[in-house]
Nanobody, 127 residues
Framework: QVQLVETGGGWAQPGASLGLSCAAS????????MGWFRQAPGKEREFVAA????????YYQDDVKGRFTISRDNAKNMVYLQMNSLKPEDTAVYFC????????????????????WGQGTQVTVSA
């Protein structure tokens, strides 16, 4: 059974930083594209960032480019999202997701591409 467990959410002031972690188990992590998504109240879940199975390819949503950094450690089955220069509009529940296979292309921004999801962690950015 695949499990993805996010940690590290919380509250931050605008301009501050937060780091999210996701621990994966039950899948061949080193062969899975991983992604971060977020969902704000009343809005659809949206793509934030993705990283390929080797870490060699990374893609970000335009709104977070230059502020967020996705990374992974295949030895530890972990994926991370470092969020800097946070804005109130970054407030959302953040989800870790696994494609479950080595896939790359325009589909990695789509919710339907990801077979496995974590439970989510709340990030709130306010003064």
């Amino acid at each position: 059974q695949v499990q993805l467990v996010e940690t590290g959410g919380g509250w931050a002031q605008p301009g501050a930083s937060l780091g999210l972690s996701c621990a994966a188990s039950g899948l061949t992590f080193s062969r899975s594209t991983m992604g971060w998504f977020r969902q704000a109240p009343g809005k659809e879940r949206e793509f934030v960032a993705a990283i390929s199975w080797s870490g060699g390819s990374i893609y970000y949503q335009d709104d977070v480019k230059g502020r967020f950094t996705i990374s992974r450690d295949n030895a530890k089955n972990m994926v991370y999202l470092q969020m800097n220069s946070l804005k109130p509009e970054d407030t959302a529940v953040y989800f870790c997701a696994a494609v479950g296979k080595a896939e790359w292309g325009f589909t990695i921004t789509k919710v339907a591409t990801y077979a496995h999801w974590g439970q989510g962690t709340q990030v709130t950015v306010s003064a």
